[in-house]
């Protein structure tokens, strides 16, 4: 009786790899058609046939997309997630969320999930945990795409928005109307892009020839309330400033309400600006000066790039970075000056 042959045989045969001739047997992934051709004609020389049970479970999918993003409170996220869904269901995939809450706990917990649910490939949003995760999911043969405000991920697709560069120009803009004490709003140790937008601050106030003042750098955070609570100890200085860069959107906005409640006129008084551009940072009577984040970009690149990997297509590695950019609006007080 004649020897059934194995795949081992025929990548033998063919001098390519077993994954290659995997590919082909599963019709998946990138193969020349060169190699196509050579690899089937060996199968036949061979008459090798593939063992169906093991050939469905290996093409088995379950067509699912894991996101993992810091908070689903911020809109920002929201807004990202509702572009990441949209694009995945362009190419019939669905998408599972988990919120992590800026803790890296949570991230592990959000990992176990979204094995137990068996998703093709994720999307993580500014991990915590970087060591942890990819340990994991290079283990667990998961492919997966960061989204990240610098590309420090090595050999992992990313997707960057250039942060430090927006929260320069919006200091610059402030600094062109005029203010020279400029009060900053965040979290530097939060990993989601405080630190780079706390560069683009320093960067911009060194450019300008202004003296750097720590003390106007509130700590806050990206949690409810923190901007209202931010705003106060910048007006107990001795000299409040004359305008405020907050971090996001919601924070900025929540200054900006507490600066009202306390009979501020903003921005006669003090300018807003903001960073994001939420959907509600254009609603009446907020008109939020912000840098607005390529949103839809960012979510639509992450599941491209993702697509790619479950597609196995042989490419390097890629990094893929956007810019923000500033919108005027009404509350840095440019149309005050210019007469609009």
């Excluded at 492919?143 to 420090?152: A, F, G, N, R, S």
């Excluded at 050999?155 to 402030?174: I, K, P, R, T, Y």
């Excluded at 996001?248 to 507490?258: F, H, V």
């Excluded at 984040?293 to 297509?313: C, F, M, S, T, Y």
């Amino acid at each position: 009786m004649r020897k059934m042959s194995t795949i081992k045989d025929v990548a033998r045969e063919a001098g390519v790899g077993i994954s290659t001739v995997s590919r082909v047997i599963n019709e998946s992934g990138y193969v020349s058609q060169e190699t196509r051709e050579k690899v089937l004609a060996v199968m036949d020389e061979l008459q090798y046939q593939p063992n169906e049970i093991a050939r469905s479970l290996k093409r088995r999918h379950t067509k699912s997309i894991g996101l993992a993003v810091p908070e689903i409170s911020n809109p920002f996220f929201g807004e990202v997630a509702e572009a990441v869904e949209v694009a995945a269901r362009e190419k019939s995939y669905t998408v599972l969320f988990c919120s992590t809450q800026y803790d890296s706990n949570q991230e592990e917990v959000g990992i176990d999930l979204f094995l137990e649910k068996q998703v093709d490939g994720l999307i993580w949003y500014a991990p915590h945990n970087k060591s942890k995760l990819q340990t994991v999911l290079e283990q667990r043969h998961v492919p997966i795409v960061i989204i990240t405000p610098e590309p420090v991920w090595g050999d992992v697709d990313s997707v960057c928005v250039n942060d430090a560069s927006g929260a320069f120009e919006a200091v610059a803009h402030l600094i062109r109307l005029g203010h020279r004490t400029i009060g900053y709003i965040a979290e530097p140790d939060d990993p989601t892009g405080s630190q780079q937008r706390l560069k683009g601050y320093r960067a911009a106030v060194r450019e300008y020839g202004l003296p750097l003042d720590e003390s106007l750098i509130a700590r806050g955070t990206f949690r409810e309330g923190s901007g209202a609570r931010a705003v106060e100890v910048l007006l107990d200085r001795p000299k409040p400033p004359t305008a405020i860069f907050a971090a996001n959107d919601l924070m900025a906005i929540e200054a900006m309400t507490r600066l009202r409640s306390k009979g501020y006129r903003v921005p006669e008084d003090i300018a807003i600006v903001g960073f994001d551009d939420v959907k509600l940072a254009s609603a009446g009577g907020i008109d939020l000066t912000t840098v607005a984040q390529p949103k839809q970009e960012v979510g639509q690149e992450a599941v491209h790039l993702l697509i790619e990997r479950l597609n196995d297509e042989p490419r390097a590695t890629r990094q893929v970075t956007f810019s923000p950019y500033l919108i005027v609006r009404k509350t840095c007080g440019q149309h005050l000056r210019s007469g609009d």
